[in-house]
């Protein structure tokens, strides 16, 4: 990847990273071997960088949004309740911390996803 990685920059993830869906987001800086991202205020969320980087591709264009905090949440949910289909194993780690405002709306979304997930197995 020849863009560098400024905070404050957004950059597009063009595959899911085991539960954080894909999406734009925020970078926020380099710690370690992650390279962590932020969603709105008030969920962060760090991606392997060795394995993760070849995912990202930067947005310049200032008219594109950022994915959503109500979006990111239904899409991590969704993603929560099912396995991915291929596990990169302890080289594609992610973490996900989000505030704690949001683990009521979180919890609840996860309901969800699991009883259309039951309904759809039924049909």
């Not at 200032?62 to 239904?74: D, G, I, L």
Request: with cysteine; aromatic share 12%.
């Amino acid at each position: 990847m020849s863009h560098k990685l400024i905070p404050g920059s957004v950059w597009e993830l063009s595959s899911n990273a085991n539960c954080i869906p894909a999406g734009r987001y925020r970078f926020e800086r380099e710690s370690d071997e992650f390279l962590v991202f932020s969603v709105g205020s008030k969920i962060t969320f760090g991606l392997s960088k060795n394995y993760y980087k070849p995912f990202l591709k930067p947005i310049e264009e200032p008219e594109h949004t950022k994915t959503s905090t109500q979006v990111f949440m239904e899409q991590y949910a969704e993603l929560f309740q099912r396995p991915p289909r291929i596990a990169p194993g302890l080289c594609g780690m992610t973490y996900c911390l989000m505030d704690s405002s949001l683990q009521r709306k979180f919890r609840r979304l996860q309901r969800l996803s699991q009883k259309r997930a039951r309904t759809q197995i039924f049909h």
